[in-house]
């Protein structure tokens, strides 16, 4: 089991960076698939970026491809998303999940552990 635990959210204006930041409890993360998730208000959650198990390999949405970056630290059990270039549209609450499939990491269905999120809030 692992307990997923995001940070690094507020409030920035467009074209402004953030650096997201999820911690996990356990001794098992690097034998999961990881992921970030996006649900604006009204807004059904999607599937921003995800990154294997070594970090070897990396996924993104199209929206966010070229301005955000997914990468790992295995031995702090520590992901990061790094968020450049933010737009107003890219405002809602970000989570983290482990346990995504390694073939289509962009379905949210596999992921088992989620955190509780963080509010990213871009202004015009």
């Known amino acids: 089991q692992v307990q997923l635990v995001e940070s690094g959210g507020g409030l920035v204006q467009a074209g402004g960076s953030l650096r997201l930041s999820c911690a996990a409890s356990?001794?098992?993360?690097?034998?999961?698939?990881m992921g970030w998730f996006r649900q604006a208000p009204g807004k059904e959650r999607e599937f921003v970026a995800a990154i294997s198990r070594s970090g070897g390999s990396t996924y993104y949405a199209e929206s966010v491809k070229g301005r955000f970056a997914i990468s790992r630290d295995n031995a702090k059990n520590t992901m990061y998303l790094q968020m450049n270039s933010l737009k107003p549209e890219d405002t809602a609450v970000y989570c983290c999940a482990a346990g995504g499939n390694s073939w289509q990491p962009d379905m949210i269905s596999p992921y088992g552990y989620w955190g509780q999120g963080t509010q990213v809030t871009v202004s015009s």
């Open positions: 356990g001794r098992t993360f690097s034998s999961y698939t």
